[in-house]
């Protein structure tokens, strides 16, 4: 609690105590009345003072102005009537501002529980300078500098771990619970925080570019890009709240005109007056001011607590319509990485043949000869090879040691004489011959991720139509890999700009009640990413360009996240649904309960803080999602 709710508690106690000690006091006359002026300005002089401000800035519609009529109105009755009965003012005033306390502390305490899911913000580095440590503003370290990051210590910037090992809780970043090991070798994002072992990072990235630094910027600026419902809420607030004061007036003074002009009667003022003043209280659109754009701040914490980076309101409402969901392939279904995933037809071991495909292509830096020698896993000896040679689109002819070894494509073995063998497994396919034998061929492909089966079979429960995937790969490939993953279409063989022209048509043939969104990672995805309706990027081993052109980021990387961000945004949008129809109904019921003097000043302060206390409760519920 901060020292402005603290400070209005105890306004709250003061002017309830005084209120209740002048309710049993025998006073009457003007000093009863001056004595209830005390509470009411102890509770209400900043609701007097922001109505005024209003009125002199011509700005004269909003709740301060509502609450300042109402109960000046009700206390103006009260000495007409010289009933000595002020306590109706005061209570409203009093539990409006008992209604606002309670809607602070929980915006507040919404904001303090995103803030600690997303307490990522490093305070300092520990920079090595000459084998000392000094400790500097994240802000000053530059790229290429080497940090140290004790136990129990944020990492401040994005880098490579030059030395140790540990175990990183990415829990803030990603949503997951389980450490991650981390290895000389390993990329590391800021933000993590480092469990065990001293880690030595070289850093690759400045703060401001770091993902510490582009998470809390996107998280801090969410607020600004608006939903339809807010946009809606907004100016349905602008133009509702002149309405209903022009009504109340009418009402004041359209029925007692009546009454002594056309029907003869008494004109009763003061009961009219009295049925103005409450229908102002009820009319109060609080419940719907505050509870919708709350609702959103709460699912877009919610869901950054759970690894998904939503960038506005906007993204989460049109996710949540969501019905197509269009792919690209690599790093995005699959990991990106080739490896070695058959070693077929061997007239050889397979840690033999191995052994000398790696050496063969120990001088090439292309990701197959990458993968070859990962397989292998040993160090490379050079000394061992000799007269390499490159057949530029074949393959590699060189001496391993006193054996001569071929390997490359079905060309390169034509070409040599070679009978080979062909493979019917989807991959690039690397054949071997050794002193002009076949000795076999190895299986390299890009492996699909673990959760990429699993996340297809969500989006479809969670109503998901179609599921499209695009790749540049073979159409061989592309097609083995939407089979495996059951994926309803696949389209193969494109360009980046061929993606664009795919999603586009995709684009003109779904409804408009229907979004499309395109999750990719690459660099070549970020054209793709702003034509979509909705932009997915992978975001921890994502492209910059893409997750800049994205607007939401998945922070592990796992496509399962995607369905969940889905189930996230549905929940939040239903929760603003519910709390539109909950509070238009019930001010519409009590509005018109008012207007035929059956609600009084009782009632109309439920229609306004007990409505406004419900919506909010109910807003709140967006913020917790793990169960999802």
Same mark, same amino acid.
């Given at each position: 609690?901060?020292?402005?709710?603290?400070?209005?508690?105890?306004?709250?106690?003061?002017?309830?105590?005084?209120?209740?000690?002048?309710?049993?006091?025998?006073?009457?006359?003007?000093?009863?009345?001056?004595?209830?002026?005390?509470?009411?300005?102890?509770?209400? =002089?900043?609701?007097?003072?922001?109505?005024?401000?209003?009125?002199?800035?011509? +700005?004269?519609?909003?709740?301060?102005?509502?609450?300042?009529?109402?109960?000046?109105?009700?206390?103006?009755?009260?000495?007409?009537?010289?009933?000595?009965?002020?306590?109706? !003012?005061? !209570?409203?005033?009093?539990? =409006?501002?008992?209604?606002?306390?309670?809607?602070?502390?929980?915006?507040?305490?919404?904001?303090?529980?995103?803030?600690?899911?997303?307490?990522?913000?490093?305070?300092?580095?520990?920079?090595?300078?000459?084998? +000392?440590?000094?400790?500097?503003?994240?802000?000053?370290?530059?790229?290429?500098?080497?940090?140290?990051?004790?136990?129990?210590?944020?990492?401040?910037?994005?880098?490579?771990?030059?030395?140790?090992?540990?175990?990183?809780?990415?829990?803030?970043?990603?949503?997951?619970?389980?450490?991650?090991?981390?290895?000389?070798?390993?990329?590391?994002?800021?933000?993590?925080?480092?469990?065990?072992?001293?880690?030595?990072?070289?850093?690759?990235?400045?703060?401001?570019?770091?993902?510490?630094?582009?998470?809390?910027?996107?998280?801090?600026?969410?607020?600004?890009?608006?939903?339809?419902?807010?946009?809606?809420?907004?100016?349905?607030?602008?133009?509702?709240?002149?309405?209903?004061?022009?009504? !109340?007036?009418?009402?004041?003074?359209?029925?007692?005109?009546?009454?002594?002009?056309?029907?003869?009667?008494?004109?009763?003022?003061?009961?009219?007056?009295?049925?103005?003043?409450?229908?102002?209280?009820?009319?109060?659109?609080?419940?719907?001011?505050?509870?919708?754009?709350?609702?959103?701040?709460?699912?877009?914490?919610?869901?950054?607590?759970?690894?998904?980076?939503?960038?506005?309101?906007? =993204?989460?409402?049109?996710?949540? +319509?969501?019905?197509?969901?269009?792919?690209?392939?690599?790093?995005?279904?699959?990991?990106?990485?080739?490896?070695?995933?058959?070693?077929?037809?061997?007239?050889?071991?397979?840690?033999?043949?191995?052994?000398?495909?790696?050496?063969?292509?120990?001088?090439?830096?292309?990701?197959?000869?990458?993968?070859?020698?990962?397989? =292998?896993?040993?160090?490379?000896?050079?000394?061992?090879?000799?007269?390499?040679?490159?057949?530029?689109?074949?393959?590699?002819?060189?001496?391993?040691?006193?054996?001569?070894?071929?390997?490359?494509?079905?060309?390169?073995?034509?070409?040599?004489?070679?009978?080979?063998?062909?493979?019917?497994?989807?991959?690039?396919?690397?054949?071997?011959? @050794?002193?002009?034998?076949?000795?076999?061929?190895?299986?390299?492909?890009?492996?699909?991720?673990?959760?990429?089966?699993?996340?297809?079979?969500?989006?479809?429960?969670?109503?998901?139509?179609?599921?499209?995937?695009?790749?540049?790969?073979?159409?061989?490939?592309?097609? +083995?890999?939407?089979?495996?993953?059951?994926?309803?279409?696949?389209?193969?063989?494109?360009?980046?700009?061929?993606?664009?022209?795919?999603?586009?048509?995709?684009?003109?043939?779904?409804?408009?009640?229907?979004?499309?969104?395109?999750?990719?990672?690459?660099?070549?995805?970020?054209?793709?990413?702003?034509?979509?309706?909705?932009?997915?990027?992978?975001?921890?081993?994502?492209?910059?360009?893409?997750?800049?052109?994205?607007?939401?980021?998945?922070?592990?990387?796992?496509?399962?996240?995607?369905?969940?961000?889905?189930?996230?945004?549905?929940?939040? @949008?239903?929760?603003?649904?519910?709390?539109?129809?909950?509070?238009?109904?019930?001010?519409?019921?009590?509005?018109?309960?008012?207007?035929?003097?059956?609600?009084?000043?009782? @009632?109309?302060?439920?229609?306004?803080?007990?409505?406004?206390?419900?919506?909010?409760?109910?807003?709140?519920?967006?913020?917790?999602?793990?169960?999802?």
């Amino acid at each position: 609690m901060n020292k402005k709710q603290k400070k209005m508690l105890v306004r709250i106690l003061i002017a309830s105590a005084l209120l209740i000690a002048l309710y049993f006091a025998p006073f009457t006359g003007w000093l009863r009345f001056i004595l209830y002026l005390v509470p009411y300005f102890i509770i209400g =002089y900043d609701i007097l003072i922001k109505a005024f401000k209003g009125i002199k800035n011509r +700005q004269i519609f909003d709740e301060s102005f509502l609450m300042a009529v109402a109960t000046i109105g009700a206390i103006a009755l009260a000495l007409y009537d010289r009933s000595g009965d002020y306590t109706e !003012a005061i !209570a409203v005033m009093l539990f =409006y501002q008992i209604g606002e306390w309670f809607q602070s502390y929980a915006v507040g305490k919404s904001r303090r529980n995103i803030s600690e899911l997303m307490d990522i913000r490093p305070d300092y580095a520990n920079v090595d300078r000459d084998g +000392q440590l000094e400790k500097v503003d994240p802000d000053e370290v530059e790229i290429g500098s080497i940090i140290v990051v004790q136990p129990g210590e944020k990492v401040p910037l994005d880098g490579v771990i030059v030395e140790g090992t540990s175990s990183l809780n990415t829990s803030a970043l990603t949503g997951e619970s389980i450490p991650r090991d981390a290895n000389v070798g390993d990329e590391i994002i800021s933000g993590c925080i480092n469990l065990t072992g001293v880690l030595k990072i070289r850093t690759t990235k400045e703060f401001w570019d770091s993902t510490v630094s582009k998470i809390l910027d996107l998280v801090e600026n969410a607020s600004s890009r608006k939903s339809k419902s807010e946009n809606f809420i907004t100016k349905f607030a602008r133009v509702y709240t002149p309405a209903v004061c022009y009504a !109340a007036l009418a009402l004041a003074i359209l029925p007692p005109i009546v009454r002594m002009t056309a029907m003869g009667v008494p004109a009763e003022w003061g009961t009219w007056i009295y049925r103005a003043l409450t229908f102002l209280v009820i009319s109060c659109p609080c419940a719907l001011v505050i509870s919708i754009p709350l609702s959103f701040f709460a699912g877009i914490g919610g869901a950054s607590n759970a690894g998904v980076l939503v960038k506005g309101s906007n =993204y989460l409402e049109a996710l949540a +319509q969501t019905k197509l969901v269009v792919f690209d392939k690599t790093g995005t279904l699959t990991k990106g990485v080739f490896e070695v995933s058959g070693i077929h037809h061997n007239a050889i071991e397979n840690e033999k043949l191995l052994e000398y495909a790696a050496l063969a292509e120990s001088a090439s830096s292309h990701p197959i000869s990458k993968s070859l020698q990962r397989a =292998y896993g040993k160090a490379i000896d050079r000394s061992r090879v000799s007269d390499i040679q490159e057949i530029s689109g074949n393959g590699i002819t060189a001496m391993v040691d006193d054996t001569s070894v071929a390997i490359g494509n079905d060309k390169l073995m034509k070409s040599m004489g070679v009978q080979h063998i062909d493979c019917h497994h989807v991959g690039t396919i690397i054949h071997i011959a @050794l002193n002009g034998a076949y000795a076999g061929h190895i299986v390299i492909s890009d492996i699909v991720k673990e959760n990429s089966k699993e996340a297809i079979r969500s989006l479809k429960r969670s109503g998901i139509h179609k599921t499209i995937m695009l790749t540049g790969d073979a159409k061989k490939v592309a097609e +083995q890999v939407a089979g495996e993953l059951g994926v309803d279409e696949v389209y193969s063989e494109l360009l980046p700009g061929d993606k664009v022209e795919k999603v586009e048509a995709l684009l003109k043939q779904k409804s408009e009640n229907e979004m499309l969104a395109f999750v990719g990672d690459g660099i070549n995805d970020a054209p793709v990413l702003r034509r979509a309706d909705i932009g997915i990027a992978m975001g921890a081993m994502g492209s910059d360009a893409a997750i800049e052109a994205a607007d939401v980021v998945l922070m592990d990387d796992d496509p399962a996240q995607i369905a969940k961000a889905i189930r996230i945004s549905r929940k939040c @949008l239903r929760i603003v649904y519910e709390n539109i129809v909950f509070a238009i109904g019930i001010k519409l019921l009590c509005l018109l309960l008012g207007a035929l003097g059956i609600a009084n000043m009782w @009632l109309a302060i439920f229609a306004d803080v007990g409505v406004m206390i419900i919506a909010v409760l109910n807003a709140i519920r967006a913020l917790f999602v793990k169960k999802l």
